[in-house]
């Protein structure tokens, strides 16, 4: 088990640039999701895909943020003209779907955004 | 909607003594309880969980929380802080229906006194 990893770790653009974020689950987990933290708050939901389905988006999604898995592995998140608003720490998990018995979610360490 | 309330923003103790981290949600069916920690600029690591039965749950690094249906409530403790443990603390409840999705209070930052 080599944890959920995100690449990269830290990124600075200039406002209006395109940036992506990639994310590689645990192997087998085919629950990944992508959230957003800002200094001095807990992280808050953006999306998440069941295997290569994305199932559910957040309102905090705005059509310049686009999240892909295409084979239910990894997963990239793409921020189109970046605005300074979006300087936050994105970060990935991933789960095995629910037995029902609740399953536990584990984060990656992150991904900082810097937009200058 | 669910919520998740950690009342305390900043937690000093000095070490050795005793924590208690309090968490309250609101959610309307059973809830999933998660407690994480996370150090600056990393990511976020589990310490306990409850899913059901015993209301008293253990995690690692010696720390338990305690579910109390009847206050909505998930309180996090550690009956001997080290230095170590100062960290930012998140609270969060599971939601089932939308593919267990986690509901984050704002945190509580830990800081202990030597």
């Known amino acids: 088990d080599t944890g959920v990893s995100q690449d990269p770790r830290h990124k600075i653009t200039k406002r209006g640039q395109n940036v992506t974020f990639r994310c590689d689950p645990i192997s087998e987990h085919n629950r990944l999701y992508w959230y957003r933290q800002t200094l001095g708050q807990g992280p808050e939901f953006l999306t998440y895909?069941?295997?290569?389905?994305?199932?559910?988006k957040s309102r905090l999604l705005s059509d310049r943020f686009s999240a892909e898995r295409p084979k239910g592995s990894f997963s990239t998140l793409e921020i189109q003209r970046t605005e300074q608003g979006d300087s936050a720490m994105y970060l990935c998990?991933?789960?095995?779907?629910?037995?029902?018995?609740?399953?536990?979610?584990?984060f990656g360490e992150g991904s900082w955004l810097t937009v200058v | 909607a669910q919520s998740v309330t950690q009342p305390d923003i900043h937690i000093t103790v000095s070490e050795g003594a005793s924590l208690e981290l309090r968490c309250n949600y609101s959610?309307?069916?059973?809830?999933?309880l998660f407690w994480y920690v996370q150090s600056p600029g990393q990511g976020l690591q589990l310490l306990l969980k409850?899913?059901?039965?015993?209301?008293l749950v253990q995690g690692i690094k010696g720390f338990e929380a305690e579910f109390k249906r009847s206050q909505s409530s998930f309180n996090l403790r550690k009956p001997s802080v080290h230095w170590s443990d100062a960290a930012e603390y998140f609270c969060a409840v599971g939601v089932m229906e939308y593919g267990n999705k986690l509901v984050f209070g704002a945190g509580t930052i830990l800081r202990v006194k030597s």
């Open positions: 959610y309307g069916a059973t809830p999933y």
């Open positions: 895909f069941q295997n290569e389905a994305q199932l559910e």
């Open positions: 409850y899913f059901s039965g015993d209301t």
């Open positions: 998990a991933s789960s095995s779907q629910p037995s029902g018995t609740g399953n536990t979610i584990y």
